[in-house]
């Protein structure tokens, strides 16, 4: 059995801004804006609101900088950014999940079987400025995973689309004249079952931040304890471009170490009380 943990969510590169993570346990998701207006999400950045608070995703920047790979369009900003739509992947609702990042992602996704795990971790920032950190933020069950290849025939690629209407990849294809947006790349899509969705507080942080012997500046890693607990067997340490792990555990073992989904306690965040409360730098 294996566990995927997959890096999602708004960050410092796409939004400007991180998710809050507020001194209750309580977070927020938000989704990546999309490269591309051409989808068929309805989900905007205006539209979003956050959980627990009375804002919406276009709240917490004032541009943004979508990076198609052709027709590009220039910085989005004012009225228009309430008006532009988020990438809503993984969709926690639907339980799926797709993608396409080549460093790690699409050959560890693609080997998962039904009972795998998924599990997502997104940069958190605390209200009063402390650093952020990477945080496990939920997770699913896989029940199906379909790969999406450049060389695939139309009638195979349109049956995958087809069974996955609710994906973020596919709701962009459904626009592009059934085209997906990275024509040469393979797509991963992974169906999810229950159990599985968004943890209601108290995710778990998966980083560290420190100098390394040998290094100059300081660095996000992924904790030893982590690495330790949940067999981290690919990914590296190094946690700033948010790699895509894979361990070696049942999922049965994974969602005892995670702790449920709802009703969470201070003790499923698996001690966050010692996370750095320097500066923060940004990411």
Partial sequence: MTVVLAGIGADSTNLGALGPLYDDGRFEYVPIPEKTRKTSETATLGSWTLRYDDRAAADLTTRIE????????????????????????????????????????????????????????????????????????????????????????????????????????VKRARERDGELYRQDKPVVIVAGREPGGLFDRYPIRLSEYYVKPGNVQAQYYLREEIETEWNVRAGGQNMLFKPAYRCELSSEAFRNLVGPRTDRTPADAMDDSSASTQPDSGR
Wanted: charged share 25%; glycine share 8%; hydrophobic share 35%.
């Fill in 66 to 169: 979508p990076q198609p790979i052709r027709n590009g369009v220039d910085s989005v900003s004012g009225a228009a950014l309430a008006e532009w739509p988020l990438h809503r992947d993984p969709n926690f609702e639907a339980l799926t999940y797709g993608e396409h990042r080549s460093n790690g992602y699409v050959s560890r996704l693609r080997s998962l079987e039904p009972g795998d795990i998924v599990g997502f971790y997104a940069g958190l920032r605390r209200p009063e400025g402390d650093r952020a950190h990477r945080y496990l933020i939920g997770y699913v069950t896989v029940d199906s995973v379909a790969v999406i290849t450049p060389e695939m025939c139309e009638t195979d690629r349109e049956a995958i689309l087809a069974a996955n209407p609710e994906n973020a990849h």
